[in-house]
């Protein structure tokens, strides 16, 4: 016969089972169409904010897809890189690694102020954030896909995280182990790098690979050398922090002109030039190289796993209602 302990046990035992089968899986996951019945108009007005900026402006779909990097990487995709600063905290969007490079967040500011209009309260920084770089990846020509929701908005932002960013200086080792931290495989890390087929770049984050490469050679070997000498030009020693197209044939356009830049020695930074030195890495580059619909296709899936690292759902974080501050 049970003790009157064991019985205690097996009932709550049986009793959180239940609950746990009462909680709804679509609290704790995030949903395709998680807003139809709350705010059905929130990707519409999204997508809306997005194509008139990019038609005013077509570097900011490169900029918004890098925020939706950005944030993602840094204490997961939480909105944490579209708060300012404090007078006690410094944030992550005045980090040497995002400022002046980011951009792109009056673009989020604009959706969030109408979709405030529309739904109060309803809505996550975090979601908005995710679905402009998708509507970015589609305005410059790459393939849709469907942004599964319900994220929640942090309320913590920290200068020193953005040290998880990979830079512009990494090579193949140090790229798969900081992805590999975000539950990013290699070949992942190669797809989401094809990001670099729109967008620009300050001189400053490759000037090392044509003035001071190491001790023995002023310039990177592993950069063509044409190439090498339109880079001065555009970006002379000592001179402005100008800014260059990352994939100067196509810098607007979402497609593979990126990785055909590479096998050619024409990867604007160490880490897309890095991506060639491994036989299967390399291998990865070429196939996207010759086929633009495997890599458009790869690229949409990874965008979608990225978007649920570190998520926070349910009744985690909050919903902001300034996308630039936490609410009080």
Known sequence: MMSTTSLNATFFVKLMLVLMLMSPLQAQQLQVGFYSGSCFMAEFIVKDEVTKAFFRDRGL???LVRLHFHDCFVRGCDASVVLDSTPSNTAEKDSPANNPSLRGFDVIDNAKARIESACPGVVSCAD???????????LTGGLGYDVPAGRRDGRVSLIAETRALPPSTANLNQLTQMFSTHGLTQEDMVTLSGAHTIGRSHCTSFSSRLYSYNTTVNQDPTLNAFYASQLMQQCPKGGPDSVVPINPASPT????GYYVDILNNRGLFTSDQTLLSTT???????RYAINPLLWKTKFAAAMVKMGKIGVLTGAQGEIRSNCSVINN
């Open 61 to 63: 779909a490169a900029g």
């Open 128 to 138: 908005i954030i995710a679905f402009a770089a998708r509507d970015s990846i589609i």
């Open 253 to 256: 356009i979402t497609d593979v």
């Open 280 to 286: 299967s890495t390399a291998n990865q580059v070429t």
